[in-house]
């Protein structure tokens, strides 16, 4: 399954088309992006095999420039790349896919949040995720507080209170993964 109704919370086990879609995804980034990007990687819930996620696939993209990146605007949308100003983290540009974005239904399926390629947000998504992936227990409570946020919050318009419910999590989080990068990723989890 992949797209979720926008204001809704559900979650699903993970499923490896999201691989694959997120591949196929990252694929037309580059061809569109080009040269303007200096890396894009699949990243959020859906990048760590071992717990559920929403079914929206998360791609961030690691910019050299912004404007380069706003200027294939017109190209990006014609790809279904909706840009979503507005609803932007500081420092950061969100593009989204989906039959909500061009009119046609509800459903979200791809959210791209295209960040510096020397900021601090592209290695936070990077080391957020690998960190999961590389210490399963850590990835299972991720997963028990985002079943129980869903529970709570399953109409949620925009996500705000699944998303405020996540915030000490993920930052907790990020600071081990940023120990454990520092400390040149070993076996067991910064103390």
């Keep these: 399954m992949l797209g979720l109704k926008r204001g809704t919370v ?8 999201w691989e694959r879609e997120a591949a196929r995804t990252i694929e037309t980034l580059w061809g569109i992006l080009g040269d303007g990007a200096a890396d894009i990687q699949h990243v959020g819930s859906t990048s760590v095999p071992a717990i559920c996620a929403k079914p929206i ?11 380069q990146v706003l200027e294939k605007r017109p190209v990006l949308e014609a790809h279904g790349f909706h840009h979503r100003p507005g609803k932007n983290i500081e420092n950061q540009e969100l593009f989204a896919c989906g039959s909500y974005y061009d009119g046609t239904g509800e459903e979200q399926t791809h959210f791209i949040h295209v960040v510096s390629a020397d900021s601090p947000d592209w290695q936070d998504y990077l080391n957020f995720r690998d960190y ?42 990020l600071q081990k993964a940023v120990e454990w990068v520092r400390r040149g990723k070993p076996e067991t989890p910064a103390d």
Excluded: M, Q
């Excluded at 559900?10 to 088309?17: K, N």
């Excluded at 696939?57 to 404007?67: E, G, L, P, Q, W």
């Design 57 to 67: 696939v998360d791609i961030a993209v690691a910019a050299r420039y912004f404007d």
């Design 10 to 17: 559900a979650l699903c086990l993970h499923e490896e088309a």
């Design 132 to 173: 999961l992936n590389a210490f399963p227990a850590e990835a299972k409570a991720y997963e028990a507080l985002k079943i129980s946020l869903a529970a709570a919050n399953p109409e949620d318009a925009g996500r705000e209170k699944y998303t405020a419910g996540k915030h000490d999590f993920i930052r907790e989080t």
